[in-house]
């Protein structure tokens, strides 16, 4: 069964970082692209990050560029989120997905993890 499990999130103040990861087991995904969305109440679930396989290719939307790093260990089969300068706007549950080839659409990931809560506090 494969399970992405992610971890790192929690309540920080605006300016502050938190680095988020996502765990897989149940297969490897070395030759798939790894990615995180989020979704902030009331709106929908948006694209965030994406990173290729080999690491060397990071897709971001523009209001995280400059600010979050996306990163993958394929040897841990793990992903990473680094979220510097975090704002209010940041607020949202932060998934991971895997699985896909075509990095920012949601649609083709096949795996998601079940979320983790990321508030920014002004």
């Known amino acids: 069964q494969v399970q992405l499990v992610e971890s790192g999130g929690g309540l920080v103040q605006a300016g502050g970082s938190l680095r988020l990861s996502c765990a897989a087991s149940g297969r490897t995904f070395s030759n798939d692209a790894m990615g995180w969305f989020r979704q902030a109440a009331g709106k929908d679930r948006e694209f965030v990050a994406a990173i290729s396989w080999s690491g060397v290719t990071q897709y971001y939307v523009g209001s995280v560029k400059g600010r979050f790093t996306i990163s993958r260990d394929n040897a841990k089969n793990t992903v990473y989120l680094q979220m510097n300068s975090l704002k209010a706007e940041d607020t949202a549950v932060y998934y991971c997905?895997?699985?896909?080839?075509?990095?920012?659409?949601?649609?083709?990931?096949?795996?998601w993890g079940q979320g983790t809560q990321v508030t920014v506090s002004s």
């Open positions: 997905a895997a699985g896909s080839n075509e990095y920012t659409n949601s649609r083709t990931y096949a795996y």
